[in-house]
């Protein structure tokens, strides 16, 4: 995996009401960190979903409208249970934060925002190397 595990760093999430779990990934689906209450075999397969969900969406920005260029900021998706939120960590990384039905929209995204911020270059995924070029 990566040689920094970032999970500390998302506990803070988990101070927004109805806040369930975050997940800190790779553009490539692989698990960078999670908060503790997230069994790793569910964070494993959440990194990859999300990032699939990611690259899906970006794919389909320009269906919102035009734009120069279209620019994909984040996805939510809606269950009877609760919410899904995924937005851009730095190059190559991304922040999901699952919540209950009940959570502040406002609050948890305004919270992934200043968490994002906050970390800067700490949630900075570099490009995975071909075992070639080494």
Do not use: C, Y
Request: aromatic share 6%; charged share 25%; hydrophobic share 45%.
């Amino acid at each position: 995996m990566f040689a920094q595990d970032l999970s500390w760093m998302l506990e803070d999430i988990r101070k927004v009401p109805g806040a369930r779990h975050a997940l800190l990934l790779s553009a490539d689906g692989l698990r960078r960190g999670a908060t503790e209450n997230l069994h790793p075999d569910l964070a494993d397969t959440a990194a990859a979903a999300m990032s699939a969900l990611q690259s899906i969406s970006r794919s389909t920005n320009e269906f919102a409208g035009p734009a120069d260029p279209p620019l994909w900021r984040q996805t939510v998706v809606e269950f009877d249970h609760g919410w899904v939120f995924l937005i851009k960590a730095g190059d190559g990384a991304f922040l999901a934060v699952s919540a209950s039905e009940s959570v502040d929209m406002g609050d948890i995204t305004f919270r992934m925002q200043q968490l994002v911020q906050r970390l800067g270059r700490e949630m900075t995924s570099p490009p995975r190397e071909k075992a070639d070029d080494r």
